[in-house]
């Protein structure tokens, strides 16, 4: 499977973006597809994770009621809808899939799984 995020971009703090990672190949159902992010000189964390093909959901504190992930079943396209944008979000984002419930993605590592290129989000204060 291969995917591909974009959407990332230059925003001022309090804005909103919305990123996409669009796939190819087969993904199971019992696979789940997730957000990760990488600031500068950090490792990479997590940040929103979700089934393929179930609605669980579950989210990195530091995001919570700010992100939200979602599916657009017919384009086979996970979205990463972000809000409130801080400079801390300030990263390159990452889409991948593994194995598992999206709360396992929480430890998913690098070397684990899936990924896609990553796309970058500055966010200004």
């Known amino acids: 499977v291969q995917l591909q995020a974009s959407g990332g971009g230059l925003v001022q703090a309090g804005g909103s973006l919305r990123l996409s990672c669009t796939t190819s190949g087969r993904i199971f159902s019992s696979y789940s597809v997730g957000w990760f992010r990488q600031a500068p000189g950090k490792e990479r964390e997590f940040v929103a994770a979700?089934?393929?093909?179930?609605?669980?959901?579950y989210y990195a504190d530091s995001v919570k009621g700010r992100f939200t992930i979602s599916k657009d079943n017919a384009r086979n396209t996970v979205f990463l809808q972000m809000n409130s944008l801080q400079p801390a979000d300030t990263a390159v984002y990452y889409c991948a899939t593994k194995f598992g419930s999206p709360a396992t993605m929480a430890t998913m590592t690098p070397a684990s799984g899936s990924w896609g290129q990553g796309t970058l989000v500055t966010v200004s204060s």
């Open positions: 979700r089934d393929w093909n179930d609605s669980r959901t």
